[in-house]
């Protein structure tokens, strides 16, 4: 059964940066697509960017683009979400998921594996 550990999120204050990763604990991993998703207290998850785990292809949200880098070291098994300059909107738990859909899920309940979360705090 596939784990997706997260790591320790953060606080920060507004402009700063911040890294999330997520590692899978298996040796042998291979899914289609890894992902970032958030959610903030009375809503619902939101997709924040994915990455193709072989190509390495990506996307975001449009809120996020040429703030936040996601990427991927495939021999580490390990998802990356670099964020730089961080609003306070961006207050949020993040999650990581692996999912083996060919079809993009932007419902993060039907993706295969799902990290626990972790809190990023951007306040000043």
């Known amino acids: 059964q596939v784990q997706l550990v997260q790591s320790a999120g953060g606080s920060v204050q507004p402009g700063g940066s911040l890294t999330l990763s997520c590692a899978a604990s298996?040796?042998?991993?291979?899914?289609?697509?890894m992902g970032w998703f958030r959610q903030v207290p009375g809503k619902g998850r939101e997709f924040v960017a994915s990455?193709?785990?072989?190509?390495?292809?990506?996307s975001y949200t449009d809120s996020v683009k040429g703030r936040f880098t996601i990427s991927r070291d495939k021999a580490k098994n390990t998802l990356y979400l670099q964020m730089n300059n961080l609003r306070p909107e961006d207050t949020a738990v993040y999650y990581c998921?692996?999912?083996?859909?060919?079809?993009?899920?932007?419902?993060?309940?039907?993706?295969?594996?799902r990290g626990q979360g972790t809190q990023v705090t951007v306040s000043s």
């Open positions: 998921g692996a999912d083996n859909s060919i079809a993009m899920r932007f419902d993060f309940a039907n993706w295969d594996h």
């Open positions: 990455i193709f785990w072989n190509a390495g292809v990506t």
């Open positions: 298996v040796p042998t991993f291979s899914p289609y697509r």
